[in-house]
């Protein structure tokens, strides 16, 4: 093994060989690629969802499944996209391959914990999966008292599947948090961290701390169903309203969870691409961990008409508009830095550009529906849908993409076919706005969200979206032909065909299995450029 | 303590522990795996964090109901397991202390004296358990008592003056039960460490399994500190 490591033939893709050493492997970049493969199936099989929502929605009444399938369509798209690919994806996919390499480490400070946590995330899928031969499950993903304690048994597998899918999370936080902190590389200190590693440190403190109570949540759901413990069930006295709390005190932070890292990348590849210093290091570093600090107390803007006091709506209502402060500090300097930099509009740069206008769109709207009284119009209706579909595809879904196309040279010594790749950018990004831009005027003309029909003046509108639904589909599809094909026949990337300034292109691409050659020893800042 | 060095490494099953390849040393390794296990912590108490602010609620909303069902508690048995509990969070630290001075027989003694009362805490538990099960005094739902004696008279009587008694229990369940899987965990852990010792895989220089279990042990207890006010003494 150690006299190997010095071999340049050897990289961490064969330097072991066969599935057993895949599936057994302590190497972090080999645990990243397992995640690659793993979330791009689950987005295959909650983008198919996403699809026949879409097909069923093309006209009004029944096209081609009933109300019932209707709802459990709607749940497994949720819950496959939330706990199973948005999540997972950015942290523990390309935050576990880069990172530490980032950082100039030579693993994660819990290697066997990381091979654990993608276990979790296998194991607790499967369970998930169990719910559809029990029925399906017909919640929506927030798993909602006292309907999810009431319907049919298959929620209580996909509730048991994300308990054990949030250890998963929890135990990729706890791992990033003591690597960050523990092995950098000598000279890396805190502000000479790339941006990145500063996302994934804020995501990881929220992946510990908020993660910890979906876990007893679900887990007195699943006590709800089998015992009756009554603490979220009216005929006990219990309160159904507190398991909103309790659940959007995870999943609001959650949803930074999902979009933080996506923020780390965009910072990595707007600096690349302009080939410039990045614009306000600091302020970007810091309002990152703003946005973590800010998240624990905004769980209730999700609660405005659920009855809450007056006063807790006005309270959270401003707390929320807070989270726009960091975020607004975030773009400003996003665009500082592209700002007379040599901009170079190759595909990673578009997803990153595609991130800045989508994810503008989407989180001005999140200010709009931060106003209480905007929000009891607003509330269950399709504007939130095309409010967090702007956030989470148009946001963290390009970020996903923009990554996968920059490291692409770094994972496998390959470049991705550059023409097909931008095409596959410009399907996406038009699909994604023919999709849900009609969906924030259905919205606003008071469409509800998540039913199965809708009123005939809705239908033109609801052809478009799913029109434009395809097209995100038909992006998707060529995009996964890219990634393939650059895996396979790719031109061959040097160890840094972007001219990046952070450590992971210092190692060969791909890297051995211990990334550094020669132990790297930082003397400067992470985009020094000019 | 010099003695029990050279007994270990004399009779040759001494093993010298390898840091894994991506820490600089020993040291470093340490730092990183108590740091994690601090961490760990942190997500546990966040945990139990959830049921803690559901008490507080319900106890606000029900204080005369938790009153009652606090009366079905022996504060005796709850009294005996805090001090059992607190006396193995002693012998665990005192495990970590002799394996810092290389006394591999202390360590163990102590090892073995912590599992002793874990064992004798989930006994404890086990006849709580089944005595109020046996007479019907379950959570939520399973609050049915049946069966004669005074205690399910008052069971029955409490029924009618605070129909959702039930809800006491569930947070008894709950908050014990959860408690005592850590327990039962925690034993796990405590046997794992007494065969490690066995086979002299520590010693003063590498005792960081011994160090992170301690640490979980202290929280499990520190947990119980909580939950017996709350639950027996409530009343």
Known sequence: ????????????????????????????????????????????????????????????????????QYNQAMTFHGAIMVFMVIIPGIPAFLGNFIMPMQIGAKDVAFPRLNLASWYCLMAGAAVAFISLIYNGADTGWTFYTPYSITTQNGTIWLVTGAFIIGFSSILTGLNFIVTVHKLRAPGMSFWRMPLFVWALYSTAILQVLATPVLAITLALLVAERLLGVGIFDPKLGGDPVLFQHFFWF????????????????????????????????????????????????????????????????????????????????????????????????????????????????????????????????????????????????????????????????????????????????????????????????????????????????????????????????????????????????????????????????????????????????????????? | MSTANTSASSDGKSHVHHHAHHFDSAEHEYNAAKFGTWTFLVTEILMFGGLFVGYILYHERFPEMFKAGATFLDWKMGALNTIVLLFSSLTMALSIYYMQHDNKKMTLINLYVTLACACIFMVVKYFEYTHKLHLGIGPGNYFQPHGHGEEVQRALGFLKDYPNIGMYFSFYFCMTGLHGSHVLIGMGLIIWLIRRTHRNEFSSKYYTAIECVGLFWHLVDLIWIYLFPLLYLVG
């Not at chain 1, 072991?16 to 199936?41: A, Q």
């Not at chain 1, 689950?42 to 009444?61: D, H, P, Q």
């Not at chain 1, 691409?509 to 990334?515: A, I, L």
């Open chain 1, 250 to 530: 995870y999943s609001h932070p959650a949803v930074y969870i999902m979009i933080l890292p996506a923020m780390g990348v965009v910072s990595e590849l707007i600096a690349t691409f302009s080939q410039k210093t990045i614009f306000g290091y600091k302020a970007i570093a810091l309002s990152s961990i703003g946005i973590a600090a800010v998240s624990f107390f905004v769980w209730g803007h999700h609660m405005f008409v659920s009855g809450q006091s007056e006063f807790a709506g006005i309270l959270f209502s401003f707390i929320t508009m807070l989270v726009g402060v960091p975020t607004a500090i975030k773009t400003f300097n996003w665009v500082a830095t592209m700002y007379k930099g040599s901009i170079r509009f190759d595909s990673p740069m578009l997803y990153a550009m595609g991130f800045i206008f989508l994810f503008t769109i989407g989180g001005v709207t999140g200010i709009m529906l931060a106003v209480v009284g905007v929000d009891v119009h607003f509330h269950d209706t399709y504007f939130v849908v095309a409010h967090f579909h702007y956030v989470m595809v148009g946001g963290t879904l390009m970020a996903i993409m923009g990554g996968i196309y920059y490291w692409m040279p770094k994972m496998f010594g390959r470049m991705v076919n550059e023409t097909w790749a931008r095409i596959s950018f410009v399907l996406v990004f038009v699909g994604f706005n023919v999709t849900f831009f009609p969906q924030f005027i259905l919205g606003a003309m008071g469409m509800p969200r998540r039913y199965y029909d809708y009123l005939p003046e809705y239908e033109s509108l609801n052809r478009i979206s799913s029109m434009g639904a395809w097209t995100i589909g038909v992006g998707f599809l060529v995009a996964l032909g890219v990634i393939l094909h650059a895996i396979k026949r790719g031109k061959i990337a040097g160890p840094n065909p972007w001219n990046a300034k952070t450590l992971e292109w210092t190692a060969p691409s791909p890297p051995p299995h211990e990334n550094f050659h020669v132990q790297p020893v930082v003397t400067a800042g992470p985009y020094e450029y000019r």
């Open chain 1, 1 to 68: 093994m150690a006299s190997g490591a010095h071999d340049p033939n050897l990289n961490y893709l064969n330097w072991e060989k066969g599935l057993w050493s895949w599936l057994t492997t302590l190497d972090h970049k080999r645990i990243g690629i397992m995640y690659m493969i793993s979330v791009m199936c689950f987005f295959a099989l909650g983008g198919t969802f996403a699809m026949l929502i879409r097909w069923e929605l093309f006209s009004v009444g029944k096209t081609i499944m009933d109300a019932k």
